[in-house]
Structure formats: C-alpha cells, structure tokens
C-alpha cells in the first residue's frame, strides 16, 4: 500500500486574472504535514506550483496512473476555479486566459471531466480529492455563469466509488483568501488539524478525511461564516486515513480542553482556573499553553476583525451619505463577501447603526480627516513576557514563594518620528470586562474591541513639551507643568481637558486621529489577554511595578516605596508589548464616571450619554506610584474632576486601526 499526493497551487495568472499569492504558501504547507515521517507519512508528495496546461494534465494522469487497489492517492488544488455556461467546472493554471468575448477560453483550463475520467480508470479504492478554490469573480465580469443557486455540482463532476471530495465552497463565490494570510482560510485549518492532531476527533491516533473535513469545516464557520466547506462521497465505506495523531500528546490534550471551554470564543474566570490546572498537570510551559489558546482562538477573533472592519467602514460610508445610494449598497455587498460575512452577520450591524448612530458632528476645518498609518511604516519589536506565581512550599502553612517566568513576546508599532512616540498595534478581540471584587467594577460583561494602536509608554514629559509648542487650537499648554521632572519620566499634573488637547494638536499635525482611550479600551490593552488582576498574575511586587511597596496585595511581600514616578519603561511590558499600564501614573480615559457596568456598551465604544453633559468627573485607570496595589488591578476604576491636575496622573493615546484597503 502507498500514500502518494500531487499538490497543485496556481497563484500567477494571465494578465486580466487575480493573483492568489496564498496559493503557493498552501501547497508548501500541505507538503510539509504529508511529508513529516510521523505525521503524514506519504510516501511520495509532488508539489506543482503554477503549471502550464500541458504539465498540469500531465500530472494528474500520472497521479492516477500505475497504482494498486489499496493505494492511497490525494489530489489537492488550490487556485481559481470556474463554471462555463453549462455548469462545467474547470481547474485553472498560469497560462489560462480569457478569449476575445472576455469569457474563458476553455482550452487553456483542465475541465473536471478530464480529472473525473483518469480517476475513474484508476484502480484505486481510496482516491482524494480536495479543492480550495476561489470559484468568484476573479475572472472578470461575463467569466462565470452560475445555475439557479449558485452551486457547483462537484458530487456529479468528481465523484465516484471509492472516493471523497472536499471543498472549501460549493458555491460561486469568495472564499479565498484575505490580504496579508498567509494560507488560505480552508487550508489553514486543514493543515492546523492534522499537524497539531486537532483532527483526530475520536481520540483514536488516526485522522481520517472525514475527521479532518469536520474539523476544519468547524473552524471556517467560526473565522468565516459564509463559506460552506462541503463534503462529497458517494458511497460511505471504510474509513480513509491521512495522518497519524499521537493520542497521549499533552499538547493535543490541553487542545481539547481549551476547545471545551471557549467554545464562545472567550476563556471565562471558572474555565481560566480549570485551564490552569490542566496545563500543569499537563507540565506545559506558559508559553505552550499561550501558543494552543492563541491559535483556538484565532478563528473567532479573525471573524471579529471582520465585522468590526465592516461596521467601521459603514460608518464611514454613512458619514458621506444617507442613506446609501445603490452603488455603494454594491461596494458594501462585495466588502461583505470578501470578509465571508453572512446576510444575517450585516443585518445586525447594519440594525444596530442605522437605528443607533447620532447625525455626524461638524468637522472642526483645522483638523483634517484622519489618515492611516501605511503599512510601510509599521516593524517589529521583541521583548520579554513576565509572569509572577506563587508556589507553596512544602508543609500546610509552609512559607509561600514568589517566582517569575519569562516567555518571548512580538508586537508590531509605528514610529511618529517627530515626536518619538511608538504606537504599538493592539488585536481586536473580545474579553471580560470588570471583577467581582468591588460594586465599581460589577457586572463582569463581555465586550468585543476593534484593533487600535496604543502609545507604548505613558506620554512623556519630552513628548509633552513638543506638542505644547504646536498652534493652540482650544486652550493653550503648560510646556513644562510636572512636579517631578525628567525627559523621559511620564507627564503629569496634566488636566483631562489639556489632555484633549494634546489629542487635538497632535491629530491636526499627523493628520490622523489620536484620542483617548476608552475605558473598556484600556482595560482590555491592560490586561492583554489574561484573567488575573495584574497582566503577570494573581499577585505584585515592586520588581514590576512602581507602587506604594509599604502596602501588600495577596501573597506580594512588602518592597520599595519610591515617592516618585520613574522613566516610562522602567518595568517589564505585558504580553500586548504595553508599559507602565499598572502604576507610576494613574492615566486619564475618554469616558465620564458611571458608578458600574449597569447598561454599558459592549462594543468597546466611549460610554458617554446625553445624562453625561453635566457630568465633570473622568475616568482613570492604572494606579500610580502613590497608592496601594489594590488601586493598580487591570479592573479598578478610578475618578477624579476634568479640571484637577495631580503629580500621580498621567495618560497614554490610542489611534483606531486603519480598515484593510
């Protein structure tokens, strides 16, 4: 018995055909898990990358050709597939091109006749074959015919006794890829599943193609809800086997417990604790455990992106017109389509912001519309991850100890190079907001955040004195007004309103957008992933934060008191690449005061309301060099009057992300 695959990825095109650049990344990706000795095991793996015609029939004739009964053979496609008039599907290949009608010309294409025939003289009983196709309007207008509903028969064009199809789609429509993926959606979670054993399902050592269909299928629906990977056999027999899957994996075990509770897409108090317990017992490191949370739940965050990057740009598009002309309505059904959005998914936001949004405030003229960071300007940084646990030694009052561990941390920025200020990238996700701890921070609430940036430090006293020189445009600026001076020490003894401001002056010289954060914003940057009450753990020391060192939190021992602030990045970041989020100065948010979460919105926006207008006292977050640690939780909520200036209060600026072009 043999494994044998051919992998055929076309991402070059004809001039007048979209390029797929995934398409080569897939195949590469397909080969490395079926050629991995332990994992695949294949005997033999052709990839094809951009055929010819000619080569590509070549190869999927010798794929079928010369085998036995009990061989296994995989045909795998990625690239763009079409529809004739007639509902015929054709695979494409780097010479396929249009004819003078602008329609394709179908000797330049594989019909799925010619796949079907040499599969069906073949005499193997375990034939595959998987498509990731983009069957939409890459080929141009007039290029595709679609039947009734839209669907391609692909049981009748490719199936057979002794074979299965998948797909990544049945219909006629955009599937593929996004901007900037590595893979393509289907693939991704087809080579997830079976290099990670995410696949094997009944826990037997073995994926088999259906196992690894449905997992994948579960994972698109989460990531990208419209598309429909579909499964075609035509009659069920013996199971057929793909890979192997170590069943007593401890990274596959701690997998299935991470899928059982977040299954959501988010990891709750009560499943936090569980997951805890189990990677240690599992005697994973942080990072491991880190990584398989990461990527189970990637494909609910990616989903969130999604809509939060339609909301936005309808937003956008509402604010020059209302309502909608047709032709927009058609420029947002096609955004729609390439972030596998369902009808249902724009229904609800498209309810919510029609209902929902005020008229647009006038645009002051002396600032101008916000402008984007270009994809050129953003780099990376790396840094390290600390975490703080509390081990019990032996005995049942033995004395406790604290440790630290330390897990290597990426994070992208981009520099405004006049001010010297890093705003680093922060992911959309969603989280739970607040505590039980305190009324204050009652009732913990899930709310989903868009991607932003976030100025790595608190803004510094340099930075201050820069933008305090720039044209005034409501209220003029201190350039020097903190209490304990240093270039690179945070500013304070700044009010809300100068804060502002400083928001104003320096939107109006970027041309971009710089504000405060929201409140449900700047916990979610401070927390950065994690459920305790400090971004490192369940408890604080002054090695890690300049606090109050006379006072204890939990197991933190007592430490040093400085009765000052200190440098901005004088202590460890959080996993975000975020510093100083807990202590050295308290940092002003957008929001005015409200005494708990009773009704608060659960799309990370500023909660402000008309009730508000009168209200003077504004939110602050962090805790400072002054206070207690209680005071410098992820989750406690502060507040003080718009006006006051204090030597312990600071503040850091966010700037929306731009949408994918």
Not at 429 to 452: L, N, Q, R, W
């Amino acid at each position: 018995m043999a494994k044998v695959a051919l992998l055929i990825g076309v991402s070059e095109y004809e001039p007048g055909l979209n390029p797929l650049p995934a398409a080569a990344n897939d195949v590469e990706a397909m080969r490395r898990v079926l050629q991995h000795p332990e994992i695949g095991g294949f005997d033999r793996v052709t990839p094809l990358q951009n055929p010819d015609l000619l080569t590509m029939q070549n190869e999927i004739s010798t794929l079928f050709d010369n085998c036995h009964e009990d061989d296994l053979l995989l045909l795998y496609f990625s690239g763009h597939g079409i529809t004739d008039e007639f509902g015929k599907f054709y695979f494409t290949n780097c010479s396929t091109r249009k004819n003078s009608q602008g329609k394709l010309n179908k000797g330049t294409a594989v019909p799925a006749s010619f796949v079907h025939d040499v599969m069906e003289n073949c005499t193997s009983n375990r034939q595959v074959v998987i498509l990731d196709c983009c069957n939409s309007g890459a080929f141009g207008e007039g290029m595709i015919a679609r039947d009734a509903e839209g669907a391609i028969d692909f049981k009748q064009q490719l199936g057979g006794e002794g074979r299965i199809v998948l797909t990544s789609s049945s219909a006629v429509e955009y599937s593929f890829e996004r901007k900037g993926e590595e893979l393509a959606v289907y693939t991704r979670y087809l080579v997830e599943g079976i290099e990670t054993g995410a696949a094997d399902l009944d826990r037997d050592g073995k994926v088999s193609v259906n196992e690894l269909h449905d997992c994948a299928k579960a994972r698109v629906s989460k990531a990208a809800p419209s598309m429909r990977p579909q499964r075609y056999i035509l009659q069920e027999g013996e199971k057929i086997f793909l890979a192997n899957a170590p069943i007593s994996d401890p990274k596959l075990l701690y997998r299935s417990t991470v899928e059982e509770f977040s299954q959501d897409g988010i990891i709750r108090p009560a499943g936090r604790r569980v997951l805890n317990r189990r990677s240690q017992s599992l005697n994973l490191t942080i990072a491991e455990a880190a990584a398989i949370e990461a990527e189970v739940l990637e494909p609910y965050l990616q989903h969130q992106r999604n809509l939060q990057e339609y909301e936005e740009v309808l937003q956008e598009e509402i604010a020059i017109e209302s309502p909608l002309s047709d032709r927009t309505r058609q420029e947002l059904k096609a955004l729609q389509k390439d972030l596998n959005l369902t009808d249902e998914n724009v229904g609800a936001i498209e309810q919510r912001v029609l209902k929902s949004r005020p008229a647009p405030p006038p645009v002051e003229p002396s600032i101008p519309r916000p402008a984007p960071p270009t994809p050129r300007t953003v780099s990376t940084f790396e840094f390290d991850i600390v975490t703080l646990e509390v081990q019990q030694k032996s005995g049942l009052f033995g004395q406790k100890k604290l440790t630290t561990q330390t897990r290597p941390g990426r994070a992208e920025y981009f520099t405004e190079d006049f001010l010297k200020l890093d705003m680093v990238s922060i992911p959309g996700g969603s989280f739970t907001m607040g505590s039980m701890e305190y009324d204050g921070e009652k009732p913990p609430h899930k709310v989903t955040i868009a991607p932003f940036f976030m100025s790595k430090y608190p803004i510094t006293q340099a930075q201050w004195s820069v933008i305090a020189s720039l044209p005034k445009i409501n209220l003029d600026l201190d350039p020097d007004p903190s209490n304990f001076k240093g270039a690179n020490r945070p500013v304070e003894q700044v009010s809300w309103d100068e804060v502002v401001e400083f928001c104003d002056r320096i939107s109006q010289k970027t041309e971009k957008t710089y504000r405060l954060p929201s409140e449900a914003e700047w916990e979610y940057a401070c927390r950065a992933g994690t459920t305790t009450p400090f971004h490192f753990g369940e408890t604080i020391t002054t090695d890690l934060v300049n606090y109050d060192g006379n006072e204890t939190y939990g197991d933190s021992p007592k430490g040093v008191y400085r009765k000052q602030t200190t440098d901005v990045g004088s202590f460890p970041p959080n996993a975000f690449g975020l510093y100083d989020t807990h202590g050295n100065v308290w940092e002003w948010c957008a929001d005015p005061w409200h005494e708990n979460y009773d009704n608060a919105p659960a799309d990370g926006r500023v909660w402000e309301l008309d009730s508000d207008r009168e209200n003077t006292l504004r939110l602050l977050r962090g805790g400072s060099w002054s206070n207690n640690p209680i005071f410098c939780r992820s989750a406690y909520r502060n507040r003080t009057r718009r006006d006051d200036r204090n030597n312990n209060i600071g503040f850091r600026v966010l700037l929306p992300a731009p949408r994918t072009p």
